[in-house]
């Protein structure tokens, strides 16, 4: 996690960025708040696309999977990487978006390099990040999909209970990749909270 961090701070200081407004998706979401906590001089806001701080049920917590069920989905990952893209892909859509996007999902993931993606999904599904909410020094904007398999609402609870400066949209659409099932919708609400 801690390389993206820095990839991403690194394109900021090559570029001698200022008053970004940073855009994260799911895993990418963690990434963008990590880099604003360790570097705020650099951004002003923070757009946050189908996040959750912790994938896992824990004490307290409710963030909707059991670790024996990501445990499963990992098996099934190192079993066989391209029926799993399709499998995850067609998931994380969810139940009435156009298949078209699941095929396009899938094809992203097929696109890259499986150790990393590997990887990426271990630390994505187990890692916990809800500790670092109270530290985020910037307004944060969440939208979330009101269908979506991968963070339930209770996260959404969680968010606006723990990140000190956060609101939240709700878009009446499904799935994890709202901005991939409605992008108008998504950039609707971006625009305005931009332009705060």
């Known amino acids: 996690m801690q390389g993206y961090v820095q990839d991403l701070l690194g394109i900021c200081r090559v570029l001698d960025l200022r008053d970004v407004i940073v855009v994260?998706?799911?895993?990418?979401?963690?990434?963008?708040?990590?880099?604003?906590?360790?570097?705020?001089?650099?951004?002003?806001?923070?757009?946050?696309?189908?996040?959750?701080?912790?994938?896992?049920?824990?004490?307290?917590?409710?963030?909707?999977?059991?670790?024996?069920?990501?445990?499963?989905?990992?098996?099934?990952?190192?079993?066989?990487?391209?029926?799993?893209?399709?499998?995850?892909?067609?998931?994380?859509?969810?139940?009435?978006?156009?298949?078209?996007?699941?095929?396009?999902?899938a094809g992203y993931f097929c696109e890259s390099d499986s150790t990393i993606a590997k990887q990426a999904v271990r630390f994505a599904f187990f890692d916990d990040h809800r500790g670092i909410l109270p530290q985020v020094p910037l307004p944060v904007l969440l939208v979330q999909a009101a269908d979506d398999v991968a963070v339930p609402t209770e996260v959404n609870d969680y968010w606006l209970a723990h990140l000190p400066q956060a609101e939240l949209v709700m878009l009446?659409?499904?799935?994890?990749?709202?901005?991939?099932?409605?992008?108008?919708?998504?950039?609707?609400?971006?625009?305005?909270f931009i332009e705060k």
């Open 24 to 105: 994260g998706h799911s895993l990418g979401a963690t990434v963008a708040l990590l880099a604003a906590i360790q570097a705020p001089e650099y951004f002003t806001k923070a757009v946050l696309l189908a996040a959750t701080p912790c994938y896992l049920n824990l004490p307290g917590y409710y963030g909707g999977f059991e670790q024996a069920d990501l445990l499963a989905l990992l098996q099934e990952m190192d079993r066989s990487y391209r029926d799993w893209t399709n499998m995850f892909a067609t998931l994380l859509m969810g139940q009435g978006t156009n298949s078209s996007l699941g095929y396009e999902l």
């Open 172 to 192: 009446p659409t499904t799935g994890h990749c709202p901005h991939m099932s409605a992008p108008r919708e998504v950039l609707a609400v971006m625009r305005q």
